[in-house]
């Protein structure tokens, strides 16, 4: 009996979980709203905001390439310091050169 019991009330969440994620997508879906800072594939604004997306670019025209992961791990570390524009670039590459050298 408690077996039949706990079986409906498990269906009986099942079926409103089912109606309250229908809901919740349909409301979803009308306050979608698109980003309107996308450039390139890259999500500027999640983190990367335009000087930083601009500075990245000058650091791709630099190298010369995209930077590796070592080199991406130091330009994020700048940013999050509070680096931006021509200071970003200048300890990026003098970094760059230190590490070069170790």
Do not use: Q
Not at 44 to 56: A, I, R, S
Not at 66 to 89: A, K, N, Q
Request: overall charge negative; hydrophobic content about 50%; aromatic content about 10%.
């Amino acid at each position: 009996m408690e077996l039949v019991i706990s079986a409906v009330i498990a269906g009986v969440f099942f079926v409103l979980m089912i109606i309250m994620f229908v809901l919740g997508y349909k409301e979803a879906l009308k306050a979608k709203v698109e980003d309107p800072f996308v450039l390139e594939n890259h999500m500027v604004g999640e983190g990367w905001e335009l000087d930083t997306f601009v500075d990245y670019e000058k650091i791709i025209d630099i190298l010369g390439r995209e930077p590796s992961d070592e080199e991406m791990r130091i330009f994020m570390d700048l940013v999050e310091e509070g680096y931006h524009g021509e200071i970003l670039l200048k300890k990026f590459l003098e970094k760059i050169k230190k590490n070069e050298h170790h």
